[in-house]
């Protein structure tokens, strides 16, 4: 819509205007801030606690729209019995989104309104302003966001950030973007020199981001048809320990478990659900035991396919946005990158 400029002294104005005029809605706003040596997404009361130069997060902020744990419904047994949906959404901006989370939040809306709608998460996804931030630089040496196509971002947010030196440049995207600049910000529109300086940062930070896939990523999903029987999974089978932390970070699973919990005498109780992984032993067990996929080998098999090849296949995006956060996480050093240039050179 619009390219606007805002003088970083005015941000912290703009963040304290926005946290005191949402929590008068009883909202939030939520943002990076440090934890320990490392940063989470978290409300910010206090423009000082916003770290607008974090590296990465440990958690993707697609947790302020799809909760690591949320109640779907309450339900009574006494008398009539009945049960009552409970959507739990308030307004929020979700600030400083880097761009392979926004395209992580592109699939989820996917994924969420398709075939199904999910009433919990759209109307949280509604009630929020996302306001992104572009990267200038590489997270660390896990990133391979450029091989991934996610390193920059024209669509998925409401206002974009690109920080110039003493300003920030402000792309307007949508209609509440702008409203929200103007109710909570004094921001000018670019010059012909601001765009010039713009043009410039975009331009200067793409060598200082390596490609790290050995092939265009469009090659994947028939990569992956063609190794299906790959030795390369009973490898990783045998150094996984199944402890679903690749799941848990990753920006773009969505897989949850439901279950009720009742109080000791059965006779109120709340239907929860929560984030699952499909690298747990006991995801795949069914009635009677069963476990349509035991082995450890079959479900690295099954977290490769599905961000390379059954995501695409059903929402025409790949499910991996090169954040790199798997790879950090994982305590058997597992690197995915790793594992698709393997397949690469070998199918």
Request: a negative charge; glycine letters at 6%; aromatic letters at 8%.
């Amino acid at each position: 819509m619009s390219l606007m400029i805002l003088d970083k002294e005015a941000l912290a104005s703009m963040v304290n205007a926005l946290t005191a005029g949402y929590a008068s809605q009883g909202g939030a706003v939520i943002g990076p801030r440090a934890k320990g040596s490392q940063f989470v997404f978290e409300p910010i009361s206090d423009p000082a606690h916003l770290r607008l130069d974090y590296d990465t997060s440990i958690l993707p902020p697609k947790k302020a729209l799809q909760p690591v744990e949320e109640r779907l419904a309450t339900y009574t047994m006494q008398g009539e019995p009945s049960i009552e949906a409970v959507i739990e959404a308030k307004p929020t901006v979700l600030l400083g989104v880097h761009t392979c989370d926004l395209h992580a939040i592109r699939l989820l809306d996917k994924v969420f309104s398709k075939d199904h709608p999910d009433a919990h998460y759209l109307k949280r996804r509604e009630q929020t302003v996302i306001i992104s931030l572009e990267c200038l630089e590489p997270c660390d040496e896990h990133s391979f966001c450029k091989s991934m196509g996610t390193l920059t971002a024209d669509e998925g947010y409401d206002l974009h950030l690109t920080d110039l030196g003493t300003a920030y440049a402000v792309d307007v995207a949508t209609e509440a973007g702008e409203k929200l600049l103007s109710k909570y910000a004094t921001a000018e529109e670019a010059s012909e020199e601001d765009i010039g300086r713009l043009n410039q940062v975009l331009s200067a930070k793409w060598p200082k981001f390596t490609y790290r896939l050995d092939f265009d990523p469009a090659e994947l999903p028939g990569l992956l048809s063609a190794a299906y029987d790959h030795p390369l999974w009973e490898e990783l089978g045998e150094r996984c320990f199944a402890c679903g932390s690749c799941t848990n970070v990753c920006p773009t699973c969505y897989c949850f478990n439901v279950v009720d919990e009742v109080n000791m005498m059965r006779t109120e109780g709340e239907r929860v659900r929560h984030w699952d992984s499909c690298q747990l032993d006991e995801f795949a067990r069914v009635a009677g035991g069963e476990n349509f996929r035991e082995a450890r080998s079959e479900r690295q098999r099954h977290r490769f396919m599905r961000k390379g090849k059954y995501i695409y296949e059903t929402f025409g995006e790949l499910g991996c946005v090169g954040c790199g956060r798997c790879v950090r996480t994982c305590v058997a050093s597992i690197s995915i990158i790793d594992g698709f240039n393997t397949i690469h050179e070998s199918v």
